[in-house]
């Protein structure tokens, strides 16, 4: 663990950049991850970022296949907002844990 | 009489079962167990089929050589539980009353979860091997096979038994090599994970087998769709794959009757605390194998050592006694890799499968994270330590908790 400072705020973020407190979190943040892994945000993006966040702070686990199901994106637009990391990606910058593929 | 209720007679119902009955007055305690399906199927002797190694008859015997003669059976598909209401509906309209329930109603492949698999090369080229009917049709497909591009999907987590797709190509480069055309025949990996494995030493180590083997390696591969009429498999990234023959594990998802229950997450898996393995909802349920959401491996070996905390915990439960016993994740798999060699990992929920040797420290006789004729053996002897002592619900010489002697951090 180590603190970090992203858009002028202090957070705590795990070895591999994801933040230890989704409290923490702010659209600033978000948009300066966001950028360093290419992508800018736009409303559609924040849509998922959000849901994400509630469905974590119900304790959920969440799925490329959860995501896809939810009515706010499909695995495909998921795919488009977020290349190349459409869970990883986009739970970086929404602010919660790295998902587990339960192995 | 008071009594306890166990959905499904895989595994772990079965193995539950014999430990309670071993356990609890019988004058106290009416103990019943449901199952639809009257066959039982040593389920990690299906990677073996389509090599020829097994045949249908090494992995079936009837439920009921397994099951203590005192105990109720019921052979019925369930619709549904009611915690609030201490009910089990069966199929039909039958209702069960339990003052106890472990759910075990296990995992199930869904097919027809993916757009063009269950089409028209269904059991022609392209197959699962985790039913029997698959295991056979696709040893049927190797008797004649001259050469091509054979794949082997995982288009989802969670799934049944994590490194068996890993041991099916190991055995496919065997098997080809034995037949004089593994030079003709292209050995695919597609995954949708980052690499052959989640935990990171275990991905080095086996990614190096699948080198050493010629094995490509197609990683962070989600699929999308199969296309029958060109045989190509494609991902959501827009990416492609040619196959002649298709392995596939399909979607795996927990029964429907949990979905009807109410008690499951979106796929179906029943939300368990996975310490303790009592349901999240209701204090007089259990759950174990799986059928339960808790992060770890749906395998055999999972359930066993998860047995042994349920046991602690529902007898606890039943005496009005805090819960006490925890369960680490414990998972201990052997990977056939071919040439009579195998290897071995032994992990839980916080520490990956490390290197070293199992389960006496420094002295084995298996070597974890190692590729050895030992550890194949080890497999071998499983199938009757299946049948014999894991079934029968009695001791085996392993601790449910998994041991860091033995292991190097590396």
């Given at each position: ?103 | ?90 199929e039909g309209g039958k ?27 269904w059991y022609k080229d ?203 994740g414990h998972a201990n ?78």
């Open positions: 663990m180590a603190v970090k400072t992203i858009a002028g705020v202090q957070v705590n973020v795990s070895d591999d950049g994801y933040l230890e407190d989704m409290d923490q979190w702010n659209e600033d943040i978000a948009k300066e991850i966001a950028s360093g892994l290419g992508i800018e945000l736009t409303d559609e993006h924040f849509k998922v970022l959000n849901y994400l966040r509630e469905k974590t702070k119900e304790g959920a686990s969440l799925s490329i296949r959860s995501v896809g199901k939810s009515g706010i994106v499909d695995v495909k637009g998921l795919y488009k907002l977020f290349p190349k990391g459409p869970l990883k990606f986009s739970s970086k910058i929404a602010g919660i844990p790295k998902p587990t593929s339960c192995i | 009489m008071k009594k306890l209720l166990i959905l499904g007679a895989g595994t772990a119902g079965t193995m539950m079962l014999n430990k309670l009955y071993n356990e609890l007055e019988r004058e106290e305690w009416e103990i019943t167990i449901v199952d639809q399906f009257k066959t039982h199927y040593y389920q990690p002797g299906f990677l073996f089929i389509p090599f020829g190694i097994y045949s249908k008859q090494d992995v079936i015997k009837p439920k009921y050589d397994f099951f203590p003669p005192g105990a109720n059976v019921i052979f019925s598909p369930i619709d549904k539980i009611v915690g609030e209401e201490n009910k089990v509906y069966l209702v069960l009353n339990y003052d106890f329930l472990i759910i075990a109603t296990g995992t199930q492949t869904r097919p027809g979860e993916t757009e063009g698999l269950k089409d028209k090369l392209i197959f699962d091997f985790y039913t029997v009917e698959g295991a056979m049709a696709l040893h049927q497909r190797f008797k004649d096979f001259e050469g091509g591009d054979l794949v082997m999907c995982i288009p989802e987590v969670p799934y049944k038994c994590p490194v068996a797709p890993l041991e099916f190509v190991f055995l496919a480069d065997a098997y080809f090599t034995g037949k004089g055309i593994r030079d003709k025949v292209n050995i695919k990996f597609v995954t949708l994970m980052s690499g052959v494995f989640t935990k990171p030493v275990a991905t080095k180590v086996l990614g190096g087998i699948m080198e050493e083997k010629n094995i490509e390696v197609i990683s962070d591969f989600y699929l999308s769709h199969i296309d029958n009429e060109n045989k190509k498999i494609f991902s959501y990234d827009e990416r492609e794959v040619s196959f002649d023959i298709l392995t596939i594990v399909p979607v795996n998802m927990g029964s429907e009757m949990v979905a009807r229950s109410g008690m499951g997450d979106d796929m179906n898996f029943v939300k368990t605390d996975k310490y303790t393995l009592q349901s999240e909802q209701f204090e007089n349920i259990f759950v174990i194998g799986d059928a339960a959401n808790f992060p770890t491996s749906k395998a055999g070996s999972v359930a066993h050592f998860a047995g042994e905390i349920l046991f602690e915990n529902i007898l606890s439960a039943m005496e009005g006694r805090p819960l006490q016993a925890k369960f680490d798999c052997y990977i056939e890799t071919g040439f009579g060699k195998g290897a071995l990992i032994d992990f839980n929920y916080d520490t990956e499968p490390l290197p070293g040797t199992f389960p006496l420290p420094g002295i084995g006789p298996f070597g974890l994270l190692k590729n050895t004729k030992m550890n194949h053996y080890g497999k071998v002897m499983f199938r009757w330590i299946y049948w014999h002592i894991l079934l029968k619900g009695k001791e085996l010489p392993i601790e449910a908790d998994m041991s860091m002697a033995g292991k190097k951090r590396v």
